[in-house]
């Protein structure tokens, strides 16, 4: 079973420009995570799908973030623009019946 | 204020000892508490899941503990070996909200 995919692995960008990071989650799982993981912390939450519908935005900072689910599968998340504090890595997860979370790779942010 | 604090940033044992991380919590009323192991430069892997009314958990070297009056779970690796060498996160579950994760403990295990 293939594991979830995201891209791209890395990303530099100047502050005020804008990046937009893909997803493909694990086949036939329905809820999706979108983290943002910045050096020494634990993964924060900024939004979570079910199908394509979202569930929890609370801390996604909308005023500079955006993400989409088209069609209940892959999704992307947007950042613009960045500032210097977005520099994190951004993971994927998805889920099926299970509490258990299956996380991608992440892509890795570095604003400049 | 809420809070969830894993022992030690980092922690160093020898091969064959049994590593013991701690992951305490405060202003949180978990459904379940899961714990996730993480290499460099890849995302989170799956561990254990214990739930509230669960005292314990095994999965072959792994054990995981959950005291919901000491608002406390301990996560054990027996035997462990320079290859269990990752960063252990423990993150909880409340009902009806997302998982809110502590920073993680770094554990070295040398030969």
């Known amino acids: 079973e293939a594991g979830v995919a995201q891209s791209p692995r890395y990303k530099i960008i100047e502050k005020r420009q804008s990046v937009a990071f893909w997803c493909n989650p694990i086949?036939?799982?329905?809820?999706l995570y979108w983290y943002q993981q910045i050096l020494g912390q634990g993964p924060k939450l900024l939004i979570q799908?079910?199908?394509?519908?979202?569930?929890?935005d609370s801390q996604l900072p909308k005023d500079r973030f955006s993400a989409e689910r088209l069609k209940g599968v892959d999704s992307t998340l947007k950042i613009q623009p960045a500032k210097l504090e977005d520099s994190a890595v951004y993971l994927c997860?998805?889920?099926?019946?299970?509490?258990?979370?299956?996380f991608g790779p992440g892509t890795r942010l570095t604003v400049l | 204020s809420q809070k969830i604090e894993q022992n030690s940033e980092a922690l160093n044992i020898q091969e064959g000892k049994t590593a013991t991380l701690t992951c305490n919590y405060t202003?949180?009323?978990?459904?379940?508490l899961q714990w996730y192991r993480q290499d460099p430069g890849r995302g989170p892997v799956f561990l254990l899941l214990?739930?509230?009314?669960?005292k314990e958990k095994r999965k072959e070297r792994l054990k995981v503990t959950f005291d919901t009056t000491l608002k406390q779970s301990l996560f054990h690796i027996t035997a462990s070996q320079p290859a269990d060498s990752a960063t252990y996160l423990c993150?909880?579950?409340?009902?009806?909200?997302?998982?809110?994760f502590g920073k993680g403990t770094t554990l070295s295990v040398s030969s």
């Open positions: 997860a998805s889920r099926q019946t299970s509490d258990a979370q299956f």
């Open positions: 086949s036939g799982h329905a809820t």
């Open positions: 799908f079910q199908n394509n519908g979202v569930v929890d």
């Open positions: 202003n949180y009323s978990p459904a379940y």
């Open positions: 214990i739930r509230e009314n669960e």
């Open positions: 993150a909880l579950g409340e009902a009806g909200t997302a998982l809110i």
